[in-house]
């Protein structure tokens, strides 16, 4: 099939994972990946390189007989030249025509889909997937034109007869060469404002040239590219040999995940911890999952018919018979479906991507909302601040009411005022936890946005609105790096990556070439490792009792955060009051068998749909994964050299129970299990994965809270302010919490005892106070006309300087030209030299002035005014007539 030729190499390309070799003989046939196609499919900003050494100098994989060529030694280069003829417009275009058609009959099953089947919100009576099927409609529009890029990317593999391990590169290649025809791009450039002051809501325009760079509503990026069954799209569902099933995702979760137990936790690390990763995951993600593709048939009936061929946006986790749980009550499989397919950023042809709806910055999107339309709903359109309910229920003010229920919340039938809330992340209402900290960060905003405008009282509500935004989002970007990541990463990947906040002056790293966009390895598997650290209870304690509750009896359940002792005072208190569990293999029951559980039977699994999810987004597997960190490359399951070094030997032999191979391990489940780097909380594959997205997140935002960006940037002042907070001071202003330990996102323990609220200062917002006019009288009245030009002045009032070390910043001069009184041509002045010459011969005394008149002369003779000069535009030219 391929051009197997050495010569013309400009025509080819070589095909990423195809060359192979007669194997060592523990690995069964092997396929070699050449270092350096590894190398060029990485993404050029990652910095990641693949050094292997050299007496190994190419990767192992096991091979697969029918899809590679056996026996050839040198990557088999392809002569694009004949794809290209091949897929000329007018097969594209027969490509496209089909997949229009496709799509069309797709879509108009969505809808009847939606409503008689799988994602049914809850309160309309479906098994529940949670807040996170609320897809955006945006995201909708755009996986329809997702949807037909990736369909005739699979007609032209087909059309091409390539196999699915050379299709994926093989039609990006093409798809590098000619966009497809009827197709819309839907992510089309912005142009871009350097002088605004403030991030874009929607996160566009962070990077000046690559304005969507980091927008909500685009494409993850990737490190490495996808595995799909089919090469483009379809779901990873057979092992490396292509002769097996992989174990089916709920078999791993049951054999390897489950389940933690009360010595697994953390002896260190707060509950509080684990809660603030979830809310910092929902700022800078948030996948855009299918709505459903067929009509007729609901969950049930899909899964048991596995029609997933008929309904390519299915994807059910099966349920063996002998479920350790599920098979009491004779289920057989779980609702699933796949995220939607989106183009990537250059709408070119090639594999199926994933969509953010969420800007991919920590910029408190979560608080505020990656789109204007949300945005503006939760705005109160007065002093700056964001919609609250007054405290009327509870002591404390909270979220606004979602009166409609659009977010599928379990409602008390007894109180008809419980409501779930609407914040910038729809999935604020998931669990209390995360609505308490929803709530205290809405909370501050709003304090902000009065002290702000008690300081500057004639700000109006955009700019009160605008500054109060900046501040939260920089304090959210500085408790990440300065107290939430130190303890996950350890405090060498902190250094060593250039993590660690500055304890003065500016941050000058910003690069414009860096791309900050969440990578996919890290929503779909890295960053989850938090869900290991869940507690099977969520502490709620009152400054008299505490009650554990069982997180089933709180998903999806508003009812707590009315109560004034158990609600955002009482869970606050509680997640600062427990531990974690350890970041292992196992989690808990209550997200293995009943995350959003209505009944008993009907819960979801969190480890498997994990797993199930980084098979769907094509995910490569724990072993590619830690050669693109640049870890040992693993080819057995031992624990020797060239295995699973980063196991224990138990946890190897576990896997090696469920897994055929090695390259099979989903990245998930081999990256949560790896012991922990010294110092860190996570392996070294997670260590890197994260600790990489974070360097991204810092180095690629212009708007960083450290940023010396002449444009964005803070005060020397209001950045002191800023590195002054701490969550345990948001904590203290925002909650009826009375004592807290310094560092809540530790246990209490000597060195972090608690201590009362009052030692913890209020900010300070002095340093926002704006530098201009303070302290003047009103003007006096105008002089007389003194060559040609009239001046009034003003007294300065204020002789204690302000936070900008000025008494009366500003001029003490208003200067306007008289009215010409002749025609006579007269030279022209620069009236701005004229008011600095003014104000030199003031020599800033805020005695009472003498008249304007001498004051005139004095300024004007000690300098070389009147000058002839222009100003340019402003109209403050004039000519000058009199010359003393
Ligand atoms: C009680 C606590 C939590 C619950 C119930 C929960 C539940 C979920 C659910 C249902 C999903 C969607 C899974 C899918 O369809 O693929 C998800 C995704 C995710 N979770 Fe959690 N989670 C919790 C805590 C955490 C924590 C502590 C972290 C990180 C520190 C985290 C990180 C993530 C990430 C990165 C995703 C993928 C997000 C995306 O791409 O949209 N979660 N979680
Ligand atoms: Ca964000």
New binding site residues.
């Given amino acids: 099939m391929f051009h197997r030729t050495t010569t013309g190499l400009q025509r080819c390309l070589y095909i990423v994972a195809v060359v192979s070799i007669i194997p060592p003989s523990s690995f069964g046939q092997g396929i070699l990946t050449r270092v350096g196609d590894l190398r060029h499919s990485l993404v050029p900003d990652v910095g990641v390189s693949v050094q292997i050494s050299p007496s190994v100098g190419e990767i192992r994989f096991p091979s697969v007989a029918d899809r590679m060529p056996v026996g050839a030694a040198v990557p088999i280069p392809v002569d694009t030249s004949r794809f290209v003829q091949d897929v000329a417009d007018v097969q594209l275009e027969r490509f496209a025509t089909a997949a229009t058609t496709n799509i069309e009959a797709q879509l108009s099953q969505d809808l009847q889909f939606f409503r008689n089947g799988i994602d049914k919100p809850v309160s309309q009576g479906g098994i529940p ?2 807040p ?1 099927l609320l897809t955006s409609q945006t995201a909708i529009d755009i996986g329809k034109i997702g949807s037909l890029f990736v369909d005739i990317s699979v007609g032209a593999a087909t059309n091409l007869g390539l196999n699915a391990s050379v299709a994926g590169a093989v039609v990006s290649k093409i798809g590098r060469q000619r966009l497809p025809p009827q197709t819309s791009c839907p992510f089309i450039n912005v142009r871009c404002n350097p002088l605004a002051k403030y991030r874009s809501i929607d996160g566009s325009c962070n990077n000046l040239a690559h304005g969507l760079w980091g927008r909500a509503e685009t494409p993850f990026e990737r490190d490495f590219p996808p595995m799909y069954g089919d090469g483009i799209s379809t779901p990873r569902t057979m092992d490396i040999t292509n002769v097996n099933p992989l174990p089916l995702a709920r078999v791993v979760s049951t054999a390897f995940h489950q389940q933690s137990f009360a010595s697994h936790l953390m002896p260190d690390i707060t509950h509080f911890s ?2 603030y ?2 809310f ?2 929902h700022d800078i ?3 855009a ?1 299918s709505r459903g593709k067929l009509g007729q048939h609901g969950i049930d009936s899909l899964c048991k018919r596995k029609i997933l061929s008929v309904s390519p946006s299915c994807f059910p986790i099966e349920i063996p018979t002998t479920d350790n749980y599920f098979s009491q009550f004779n289920r057989t499989c779980m609702n699933f479906v796949r995220a939607i397919p989106t183009p990537n950023l250059q709408c070119t042809l090639g594999p199926r991507q994933q969509l ?1 709806q969420n800007t991919h910055f920590i910029d408190a999107s979560q608080i505020y909302g990656s789109d204007s339309t949300t945005s503006n709903s939760l705005r109160l359109l007065s002093g700056g601040k964001i919609l609250l309910l007054s405290a009327s229920l509870e002591s404390g003010t909270k979220l606004p009411k979602d009166t409609s229920n659009t977010a599928g919340c379990i409602l008390p039938s007894s109180n008809v005022n419980v409501k779930c809330f609407r914040a910038g992340d729809v999935r604020a209402n ?2 209390p ?2 609505a308490t900290l929803h709530t205290i960060w809405m909370r501050e905003h709003n304090r902000v946005a009065d002290k702000l405008h008690l300081l500057n009282v004639d700000w109006d509500d955009e700019q009160l609105y605008q500054e109060a935004r900046k501040i939260v989002g920089a304090m959210l970007q500085h408790i990440t790096y300065n107290e939430y990541l130190p303890y996950i990463l350890g405090s060498q990947t902190m250094t060593q990556m250039n993590l660690s906040p500055l304890s003065s002056g500016y941050f000058t790293g910003y690069d414009s070439n860096l791309n900050p966009t969440i990578r996919n390895s ?3 598997a890295a ?5 290991s ?2 507690h099977d209870y969520m502490a709620s304690h009152s400054s008299t009792s505490s009650s554990n509750h069982l ?1 089933k009896d709180v ?1 999806l359940k508003p009812d707590l955060m009315y109560d004034a002792n158990s609600g955002v005072t009482g869970v606050a208190r509680g997640l600062v009051q427990t531990q974690s569990q350890k970041v292992d293999r196992l989690m808990t029951t209550q ?1 293995t068998r009943h ?1 959003f559980e209505r009944f008993p039977g009907t819960g ?1 699994d ?1 480890a498997a ?2 797993i199930q ?1 980084g098979r769907d987004h094509g995910t490569a597997s724990y072993a590619i994964w830690r050669i693109v960190c640049n870890l040992s490359v693993v080819g057995h399951f031992g624990v020797g050299i060239g295995g699973l070094v980063d196991h224990t030997p138990a946890d190897a032999a576990a896997l090696q129970s469920i897994y055929g191979s090695v390259y099979d391990i989903d990245l998930y489940t081999g990256g949560v299990s790896e012991k922990p780097v010294p110092g860190s909380k996570l392996g070294p594959t997670f260590n890197c994965l994260v600790a990489k997205q974070f360097q991204r997140l810092k180095y690629g935002d212009r708007f960083f809270y450290e940023s010396n960006n002449a444009a964005v940037k803070f005060s020397p002042d209001q950045l002191n302010t800023i590195r002054g907070e701490t969550m345990a001071k948001i904590m203290c202003r925002n909650t009826g919490v009375s004592t807290v330990q310094p560092n809540v996102f530790q246990m209490q323990a000597p060195g972090n005892m608690p201590v009362s609220c009052n030692t913890m200062p209020d900010i300070d917002l002095s340093p926002w106070q704006q530098c201009i006019d303070g302290g003047w009288s009103t003007y006096g009245s105008w002089s007389l006309c003194v060559g040609g030009v009239k001046i009034r002045i003003r007294y300065c009032n204020n002789p204690v300087p302000n936070h900008c070390g000025q008494t009366c910043p500003g001029s003490p001069f208003d200067i306007q030209l008289c009215p010409s009184a002749s025609g006579r041509v007269r030279a022209r002045v620069d009236v701005t030299t004229l008011r600095k010459n003014l104000d030199l011969a003031l020599g800033g005394s805020r005695k009472v002035l003498g008249s304007v008149d001498s004051i005139l002369r004095q300024a004007v003779s000690k300098s070389s005014v009147p000058q002839i000069t222009n100003t340019g535009p402003g109209g403050l030219n004039f000519n000058f007539q009199h010359r003393f």
């Fill in positions: 997937f949670g996170h684990m809660e990763g979830q910092l995951s993600q948030r996948n999952l953010n998931q669990q936890a995360l890290f929503a779909s960053f989850r490792f938090g869900h650290k869940v997180w998903f997200l995350m979801l969190l749909i994990n999810r």
